[in-house]
């Protein structure tokens, strides 16, 4: 299960940086797009494990670019994890809401991101073998 390949969509180059150590310092292969055009268009193209989705991008915001991912049949069943900088329970409420699989807030918890992003694509592999 190594080596699963993890998409960072994220426009701060210190974030990415961060995520991209922890992930790859845990054996995950990483790919990166700053935009969130830019991100589903390497998602049709890459096929991913798993997205990490910054709310906040210059133009296409993370919320409207996961409606595009569901709405694509080469992007649709790919788990798709929020990172915001906002901790507002209202916020975080409605990003579920809105589809995503699971949230991270920024600052990223360097503790708790890498056994989030574990339990996110183990429930995913469960979800497949009950189909
Ligand atoms: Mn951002």
Same mark, same amino acid.
């Given at each position: 299960?190594? *080596?699963?390949?993890? @998409?960072?969509?994220?426009?701060?180059? %210190?974030?990415?940086?961060?995520?991209?150590? @922890?992930? *790859?310092?845990?054996? $995950?292969?990483? +790919?990166? !797009?700053? &935009?969130?055009?830019?991100?589903?268009?390497?998602a049709? &193209?890459?096929? =991913?494990?798993?997205?990490?989705?910054?709310?906040? @991008?210059?133009?296409?915001?993370?919320? &409207?670019?996961?409606?595009?991912?569901?709405?694509? =049949?080469?992007?649709? #069943? +790919? =788990?798709?994890? !929020?990172? &915001?900088?906002?901790?507002?329970?209202?916020?975080?409420?409605? +990003?579920?809401k809105?589809?995503?699989?699971? $949230? *991270?807030?920024? =600052? +990223?918890?360097?503790?708790?991101?890498?056994? !989030?992003? %574990?339990?996110?694509?183990?429930?995913? @592999?469960?979800? *497949?073998? #009950?189909?």
């Amino acid at each position: 299960m190594a *080596q699963e390949l993890i @998409l960072i969509v994220e426009d701060n180059e %210190k974030n990415i940086k961060l995520v991209r150590d @922890l992930l *790859q310092f845990n054996g $995950y292969e990483t +790919i990166e !797009a700053v &935009t969130a055009e830019e991100g589903i268009e390497i998602a049709r &193209t890459h096929h =991913p494990a798993l997205i990490l989705m910054d709310i906040q @991008l210059p133009g296409m915001d993370g919320k &409207t670019a996961l409606q595009h991912l569901r709405a694509d =049949p080469l992007t649709k #069943a +790919i =788990p798709v994890v !929020a990172v &915001t900088a906002s901790v507002m329970t209202s916020e975080r409420d409605e +990003i579920l809401k809105a589809g995503f699989d699971g $949230y *991270q807030s920024k =600052p +990223i918890s360097i503790k708790e991101f890498i056994p !989030a992003i %574990k339990n996110v694509l183990n429930s995913r @592999l469960d979800s *497949q073998d #009950a189909s």
